[in-house]
């Protein structure tokens, strides 16, 4: 159950991570997190520890790079980027998901009615 | 895919990179925190508050930086290699152990690895023809003349290729003794400088057969079988490299063969030889096409021939000995009882050494056995004392599978060390062999470690460590509360040790049986009375060119000659010279007829031998009867001198001087021969077969090329052998030397295979012997330091320090005890395999388990004699404070 659970939170959270990077530029592990939980308006409140599965993942997948910078408030940290690859999931990522999220709303309408 | 493939690159990299991994991921976590709790403070929190609400959202920092460590490397073989790194910190730390157990097993590895490659060598590696599988030896049988796998007749082979429809083709060949070591010596001339080598004479389709293409050149033709086209020769590479120096241009060259001038049409591939590798020529046969069509008599003719494709082995036996049949109606005259056999080629080559080289393979497996339960023992005791480490490992978390596949890693790890020195000891092997025993393998066979030789070790080396790792493993394994370590522990160890050495007790005994048997049959081999004086007698074969010597009389006269000269040699004896030596594995044999018996009782298989008068001098053979040969005994006089066995089966309780036989059937119109002697039997075939009858003909009266010369003297071999050599060179500067040996030599080597195998195994059993005692003295000392607080109790109690040591060694020998009685039994159940291999002792010879059993015995009271010393002296002011 909680595997399943965490499944389609995966690639949905992969996802986001990409768009926020996509949108934002460069951004630390914590801005990602953050940025999320804002957009979000606080509907999804995620461990934020969590956030480094995803990036662990889609860096192992060369989707998105990573590097140590100096944050804005002075702090060391390590920012990820997205790289060409990771351009390229992320719009048949996003095709897809508005696919998908058609068809899920055609269907909600449906039955709806 | 290639996403996949990335993903695989970043892991396998991560799984090298822990730590510094794990290092910047702290660093990131670490910083993360920092930065929302600067939001958090920023929004008016506490410094601490504000930390630990950061800690919460992030959600147990720990518990992420291990799931990202797993996900970052490749988490099973990370504890895998965690496994070896510790188990290699952890033998390193008891050199002492890991040296023990890892000679041990390069003991039993190299041991079992060095019999497989004989075994490979010798029994599974296919011989270097096209199909090997389908070539088939065939023989004749004859139950008349005791005959069960004998050369065949040139006619009944025409025969067979004529009227057969199961092989595409039979090949013969002639010039190979028993052993199948070629006995054609001929000198090949190479700018006058003549060189000896060996070949044998084959029909002219024998390559066809064996479906072999040359590597120069060109091969035989059929035609060239015949007198007349047979002036052809092929070289196996070895002689096209050391005679001719790899001359390019070989193929059409003329060179001289013993006179004889003849064309090398072709070479062979280096890989290639038949049907070994002391054949460094092929000739033709150059026999009259008459053979082929009337000789029926005498055989000799080797066979090979190739299965048609889709016949079976079964099928042509059936079609042959139809075959057999219609000859022996056609020929009753010579075919009577004629029956064939057909044995694969490979089976009929490796026939002689096949049960001693499974013999000596099973030996070395018990040995391996032997080992690794001796190996066994070892971590038994070693995982004794380290229970309290196991036992603070589990309550420390560590889950029982985690400690058993810790321990088998550390298993597998000795016994990987132990197999890549085996290897190294077995890679020795086949240059040992070579120089130990260069009689004991089939000349056709070449040990050397292969790609399946090592794929062989790599496998013991994956066994081995379940067979001697496993137990010990789960026993340590088990053990469950710091409490549980020191009694219960203890003795659970030492019951599963007295097992291990009831079992290797038991395999010893087997092993030791064995080689007691081995070398109770070669004590009695020794013993056997060869029939002559073997001490300072040389010998050595002259060979006569035909071309030079055509005639008989020139032949006769120049032995005689070069008799007469060996004899004014100083210090020499006696001199004499025979058509065949004995052991030489090379005899003729013929009918007899006796006179006064009916026409149709005959005697088959009479041996002849052709001998100078004073060859029995030479010899040291015994008169028992009549007298010798002397100088006026020639082709007129019709006499002979005949062995005992000859005087035991044709004249049975009747006196054989004066009588008279003839050589051959009653109708055939031989002289009448009368024996004027009998002497003594001479070994023909091995020290372990009774003598043939067997006559010695005057060598005037039937003369032949090659002699073998005997010459006793009081000189050493080698002195002897050169003066030998210059009386030979006097004569004619071409003449050579061949098959220099002593007889001493002679009959050493006729016994090489016997040597052989009862080194081995008397090795074999030697190693397992010192084994069991090593095992039995480790257990033994284990169970005294584990007692030595109750030993010092006992003596302040006033036990008397004769009862200690008696009650350490009860304690000892049980095992032992249990182990000889299990061992006597298995013995007796598969000693019974090795009868083939023994001489004069039978399997349950009763002498030979006794002593076994003393051996044992005494080996095992000298390993419980040391702790027990050490336990009757234990000081009990020491041994109560000691805890």
Not at chain 2, 414 to 443: D, E, V, Y
Request: aromatic share 6%; net charge positive; glycine share 8%.
């Amino acid at each position: 159950m909680a595997e399943d659970k965490s499944e389609i939170l995966q690639g949905t959270l992969d996802l986001m991570v990409l768009q926020t990077l996509d949108a934002m530029g460069p951004l630390h592990g914590y801005g990602i997190a953050r940025r999320i939980e804002q957009i979000s308006e606080d509907v999804l409140q995620l461990n934020q520890g969590t956030i480094y599965a995803a990036l662990l993942r889609l860096q192992q997948r060369r989707w998105i790079s990573s590097s140590w910078g100096t944050s804005d408030n002075n702090r060391k940290a390590k920012f990820y980027s997205l790289t060409k690859a990771g351009r390229r999931q992320l719009a048949t990522e996003a095709e897809n998901w508005q696919r998908v999220a058609g068809v899920i709303g055609r269907l909600l309408r449906l039955s709806e009615r | 895919m290639l996403t996949r493939l990335s993903v695989l690159a970043s892991r396998i990299s991560g799984a090298f990179n822990g730590r510094a991994l794990d290092q910047d991921f702290d660093r990131e976590v670490e910083s993360h925190l920092a930065m929302m709790a600067d939001d958090y403070r920023r929004r008016g929190m506490s410094e601490e508050e504000a930390r630990r609400t950061a800690r919460l959202r992030f959600g147990g920092p720990t518990q992420t930086r291990e799931d990202q460590h797993d996900r970052r490397g490749l988490p099973l073989v990370e504890t895998a290699l965690q496994d070896v790194r510790y188990a290699l910190r952890t033998l390193r730390r008891n050199p002492g152990f890991t040296f023990v157990v890892i000679l041990t097993l390069a003991v039993g590895i190299g041991a079992v690895t060095s019999m497989f490659t004989v075994v490979r060598a010798v029994l599974l590696r296919p011989l270097p023809y096209t199909q090997p599988d389908r070539l088939i030896e065939i023989s004749e049988t004859n139950p008349l003349k005791g005959w069960t796998h004998t050369v065949a007749a040139p006619a009944n082979v025409a025969d067979w290729r004529a009227r057969n429809t199961v092989f595409t083709d039979i090949a013969g060949y002639i010039g190979v003794d028993n052993r199948g070591a070629s006995q054609m010596q001929r000198f090949l001339s190479v700018n006058g400088e003549p060189q000896p080598v060996n070949g044998i004479a084959t029909t002219g389709n024998l390559f066809d057969v064996l479906g072999v293409r040359p590597l120069l050149g060109r091969t035989f033709t059929w035609s060239e079988t015949f007198d007349g086209n047979d002036r052809v020769l092929v070289l196996s590479y070895g002689a096209w490299q050391s005679v001719f120096g790899g001359d390019p241009g070989i193929v059409g060259r003329a060179v001289v063969l013993s006179g004889r001038s003849m064309t090398v049409v072709g070479v062979m591939p280096r890989d290639f030889f038949f049907p070994n590798r002391s054949a460094q020529f092929w000739a033709s046969m150059g026999v009259k096409p008459d053979v082929f069509v009337r000789m029926r008599r005498p055989h000799w003719l080797t066979t090979v021939a190739r299965l048609r494709p889709g016949v079976s082995l079964v099928q042509a036996r059936d079609q042959m000995t139809a075959i057999a049949t219609e000859l022996e109606r056609a020929y009753p005259d010579t075919n009577t009882k004629m029956g064939v056999r057909l044995e694969p080629l490979h089976d009929i080559m490796a026939a002689d050494a096949r049960p001693t080289i499974l013999m000596l393979f099973g030996a070395v497996a018990v040995l391996f056995l032997i080992v690794c339960a001796n190996v066994a023992s070892l971590q038994l005791g070693r995982g004794a004392s380290r229970m309290r480490e196991i036992a603070v490992r589990r309550a420390l978390g560590a889950g029982r599978t985690r400690l058993v596949r810790q321990l088998l890693t550390e298993a597998l790890l000795l016994s990987c060390l132990g197999a890549a020195l085996g290897i190294a000891l077995a890679a020795a092997t086949p240059a040992i062999l070579l120089r130990a025993a260069p009689s004991a393998l089939p000349l056709f066979a070449t040990p050397r470690i292969d790609f399946p030789v090592l794929l062989f070790a790599a496998a013991l080396a994956i066994v081995a460590p379940v067979v001697f790792g496993l137990a010990p493993a789960l026993s340590t394994s088990s053990v469950d509360r710091l409490a549980e370590r020191a009694e219960s522990g203890s003795r659970r160890t030492t019951v599963a040790r007295d097992l291990l050495v009831v079992f290797e007790v038991g395999l010893s005994v087997v092993l030791v049986v064995g080689s007691v048997l081995l070398i109770r049959s070669l004590i009695h081999l020794q013993q056997v009375d060869p029939g002559f004086a073997p001490d300072r007698v040389v010998t050595f074969k002259v060979t006569l060119p035909r071309v030079k010597y055509p005639k008989d009389t020139d032949q006769v006269r120049v032995f005689a000659d070069l008799e007469r000269r060996l004899r004014n040699l100083p210090g020499v004896e006696a001199v004499g010279a025979t058509s065949t030596l004995a052991l030489r594995g090379y005899t003729w044999t013929g009918d007899a007829s006796v006179e006064g018996r009916a026409a149709d009782d005959y005697e088959r298989e009479l041996r002849h031998e052709s001998v100078t008068p004073d060859y029995f001098a030479a010899m040291g053979t015994r008169l028992i009867a009549g007298r010798m040969l002397n100088e006026h005994d020639d082709a007129r006089s019709n006499v002979t001198v005949v062995n005992e066995a000859l005087a035991r089966k044709y004249f049975p309780g009747k006196d054989a001087v004066g009588r008279r036989i003839k050589f051959g059937r009653p109708q055939d119109s031989d002289p009448w021969i009368t024996i004027v002697g009998v002497v003594a039997d001479a070994k023909q075939d091995g020290m372990d077969k009774p003598a043939r009858p067997e006559v010695y003909v005057p060598f005037a009266a039937n003369a032949q090329n090659p002699a073998t010369f005997v010459v006793r003297s009081d000189v050493d071999a080698t002195p002897m052998v050169a003066a030998a050599r210059q009386a030979v060179r006097a004569i004619d500067r071409d003449l050579l030397l061949t098959e220099v040996t002593t007889l001493d030599g002679l009959v050493r080597d006729s016994m090489g295979d016997e040597r052989f195998r009862t080194t081995l195994l008397s090795g074999f059993a030697g190693v397992a012997l010192f084994l069991a005692v090593l095992g039995i003295y480790g257990v033994l000392a284990y169970f005294v330091s584990q007692r030595s607080r109750e030993l010092g109790i006992r003596v302040a109690l006033g036990a008397r320090p004769r009862a200690l040591f008696a009650m350490v060694v009860g304690q000892g020998m049980r095992p032992v005890a249990i182990g000889s009685a299990a061992g006597l039994a298995g013995a007796i159940a598969l000693t019974g395999l090795m009868e083939s291999l023994l001489f004069g002792v039978t399997p349950l010879d009763p002498i030979t388990y006794a002593s076994s059993i003393g051996v044992l015995a005494a080996s095992a009271l000298g390993a419980c004699a040391l702790p027990a010393l050490r336990a009757a002296r234990v000081d009990p002011l020491i041994a109560i404070r000691e805890e």
